[in-house]
C-alpha cells in the first residue's frame, strides 16, 4: 500500500461493550447517509454512520480522550495519547482507544491537527495506524487515497515545528491553515515547496477554481490557505475552502480548535473516550473560555460502551442555542 507505519489491533483485544445507544438518532443520520461500514467497525465497536456535509462547510466530528478528571495532557509530558497509553490497569484499552481514532481518520477526509500537537508529538503523523483500516479506506469505504489530508492551524505560523517530519513525507498530503502574517512567517521559514492561496476576509472573495488549479499544478507542494487579518485566521473560511475543495468529513484532532468550532457553532459531533487515570492540574480542553450558565451547548450521548472496567467510550451530538 505505501511505506507509512501500519500496525495490528487485534479484534479480541480491543472489543468494546455497547451498552447503551440512542437508536432513533442513529437510525435516522443512518437513513441520510451514504457510508458504508467495514466489517472491522462492526465487528469491534458498533455501526457509524454519517450524515452528509452541508453546502458551506464539512462535516465535523472530534476524537479525543480525557482522564478520569476531565484533563487532556499530563503537565510533565504533555503528549495527548498518554492519558490513554499510560493507563497501567487497561492496556488494551488504550490500544482500542487509538484504533477508535484510526476510524475516525478513516473517515475523514481532511484532519484538522493542532500546531501544539506537531511539537509534543515530533513523529507523530495523522495517518491510519491500522492496516485493515486503511485498506478498508480505499477498499470499502470510496475514498481516493490511504491516507486523509492533514491541515495544520495556527494563529501566526510561528508555534509550526516546519521541520517536523509530517514536511517529510510524501505520502502525507500537508496543509496550512493560518492568518496572512501566519502565512508570511511559513513562507519566509518553510523548506518545502508551497503556494499561498489568500489571504481572504470573507467567503465572497474566495476563487476556489484557483485554488483547485494551483494545487493541481503543484500537488507536491504545502498549500497555504490565508484567512482573516493581521494574525488572526478566520475558521469559517478555513472550513469552506475545505468543503468546496470536495472536503465532506472533517475529524478535528486540536483540543483547541474542538473548543474553537463549539464556541462558533461548528462542531457536530465529539467520540469522548475516558481513561480511567486522575490527572490534575490545568491542560483540559476549553480552559482559556468558558460558557455562561444561560449560554452553553449542550450534548446526546449516542453511543456509551466500554473496555474492561477502566475506559468509556462515547459518541456525543451536539445541540446549540438551547435556552429556558
Same mark, same amino acid.
Given at each position: 500500500?505505501?511505506?507509512?507505519?501500519?500496525?495490528?489491533?487485534?479484534?479480541?483485544?480491543?472489543?468494546?461493550?455497547?451498552?447503551?445507544?440512542?437508536?432513533?438518532?442513529?437510525?435516522?443520520?443512518?437513513?441520510?447517509?451514504?457510508?458504508?461500514?467495514?466489517?472491522?467497525?462492526?465487528?469491534?465497536?458498533?455501526?457509524?454512520?454519517?450524515?452528509?456535509?452541508?453546502?458551506?462547510?464539512?462535516?465535523?466530528?472530534?476524537?479525543?480522550?480525557?482522564?478520569?478528571?476531565?484533563? $487532556?495532557?499530563? @503537565? /510533565?509530558?504533555?503528549?495527548? *495519547? =498518554?492519558?490513554?497509553?499510560?493507563?497501567?490497569? #487497561?492496556?488494551?484499552?488504550?490500544?482500542?482507544?487509538?484504533?477508535?481514532?484510526?476510524?475516525?481518520?478513516?473517515?475523514?477526509?481532511?484532519?484538522?491537527?493542532?500546531?501544539?500537537?506537531?511539537?509534543?508529538?515530533?513523529?507523530?503523523?495523522?495517518?491510519?495506524?491500522?492496516?485493515?483500516?486503511?485498506?478498508?479506506?480505499?477498499?470499502?469505504?470510496?475514498?481516493?487515497?490511504?491516507?486523509?489530508?492533514?491541515? $495544520?492551524?495556527? @494563529? /501566526?505560523?510561528?508555534?509550526? *515545528? =516546519?521541520?517536523?517530519?509530517?514536511?517529510?513525507? #510524501?505520502?502525507?498530503?500537508?496543509?496550512?491553515?493560518?492568518?496572512?502574517?501566519?502565512?508570511?512567517?511559513?513562507?519566509?521559514?518553510?523548506?518545502?515547496?508551497?503556494?499561498?492561496?489568500?489571504?481572504?476576509?470573507?467567503?465572497?472573495?474566495?476563487?476556489?477554481?484557483?485554488?483547485?488549479?494551483?494545487?493541481?499544478?503543484?500537488?507536491?507542494?504545502?498549500?497555504?490557505?490565508?484567512?482573516?487579518?493581521?494574525?488572526?485566521?478566520?475558521?469559517?473560511?478555513?472550513?469552506?475552502? =475545505?468543503?468546496?475543495?470536495?472536503?465532506?468529513?472533517?475529524?478535528?484532532?486540536?483540543?483547541?480548535?474542538?473548543?474553537?468550532?463549539?464556541?462558533?457553532?461548528?462542531?457536530?459531533?465529539?467520540?469522548?473516550?475516558?481513561?480511567?487515570?486522575?490527572?490534575?492540574?490545568?491542560?483540559?480542553?476549553?480552559?482559556?473560555?468558558?460558557?455562561?450558565?444561560?449560554?452553553?451547548?449542550?450534548?446526546?450521548?449516542?453511543?456509551?460502551?466500554?473496555?474492561?472496567?477502566?475506559?468509556?467510550?462515547?459518541?456525543?451530538?451536539?445541540?446549540?442555542?438551547?435556552?429556558?
Amino acid at each position: 500500500m505505501d511505506e507509512l507505519l501500519r500496525m495490528k489491533f487485534p479484534t479480541e483485544d480491543i472489543k468494546i461493550n455497547v451498552v447503551m445507544k440512542r437508536e432513533d438518532i442513529l437510525e435516522e443520520i443512518k437513513k441520510s447517509s451514504k457510508d458504508i461500514v467495514p466489517q472491522k467497525v462492526l465487528d469491534v465497536y458498533d455501526e457509524i454512520y454519517m450524515p452528509p456535509a452541508s453546502a458551506d462547510r464539512p462535516y465535523t466530528f472530534a476524537s479525543i480522550v480525557l482522564s478520569a478528571d476531565g484533563k $487532556i495532557a499530563f @503537565f /510533565d509530558d504533555p503528549q495527548g *495519547p =498518554l492519558i490513554s497509553s499510560k493507563n497501567l490497569l #487497561d492496556k488494551n484499552g488504550g490500544l482500542a482507544d487509538f484504533w477508535v481514532l484510526n476510524v475516525l481518520r478513516a473517515y475523514a477526509d481532511a484532519i484538522i491537527i493542532g500546531a501544539k500537537t506537531l511539537q509534543a508529538e515530533p513523529m507523530g503523523t495523522s495517518h491510519v495506524f491500522c492496516s485493515e483500516m486503511a485498506e478498508a479506506r480505499i477498499k470499502e469505504m470510496g475514498k481516493k487515497t490511504n491516507c486523509p489530508w492533514n491541515c $495544520i492551524i495556527s @494563529f /501566526d505560523g510561528k508555534d509550526i *515545528p =516546519l521541520d517536523h517530519m509530517i514536511f517529510e513525507t #510524501d505520502e502525507i498530503q500537508v496543509q496550512i491553515g493560518t492568518s496572512p502574517m501566519g502565512a508570511e512567517y511559513v513562507k519566509e521559514n518553510i523548506k518545502k515547496p508551497y503556494q499561498i492561496f489568500g489571504p481572504y476576509k470573507s467567503i465572497e472573495e474566495v476563487d476556489i477554481d484557483v485554488i483547485k488549479s494551483g494545487m493541481d499544478s503543484k500537488p507536491e507542494a504545502v498549500a497555504i490557505f490565508a484567512t482573516g487579518v493581521d494574525e488572526s485566521p478566520d475558521s469559517s473560511i478555513l472550513l469552506y475552502i =475545505l468543503r468546496k475543495l470536495g472536503i465532506e468529513k472533517l475529524c478535528i484532532e486540536s483540543p483547541s480548535f474542538m473548543w474553537h468550532l463549539i464556541d462558533q457553532e461548528a462542531m457536530d459531533e465529539m467520540f469522548i473516550n475516558y481513561s480511567a487515570v486522575y490527572v490534575g492540574g490545568v491542560i483540559s480542553m476549553g480552559s482559556y473560555k468558558g460558557f455562561t450558565a444561560n449560554k452553553h451547548p449542550h450534548a446526546k450521548i449516542l453511543m456509551l460502551g466500554h473496555h474492561d472496567s477502566s475506559f468509556i467510550f462515547t459518541r456525543q451530538k451536539l445541540y446549540y442555542g438551547i435556552t429556558e
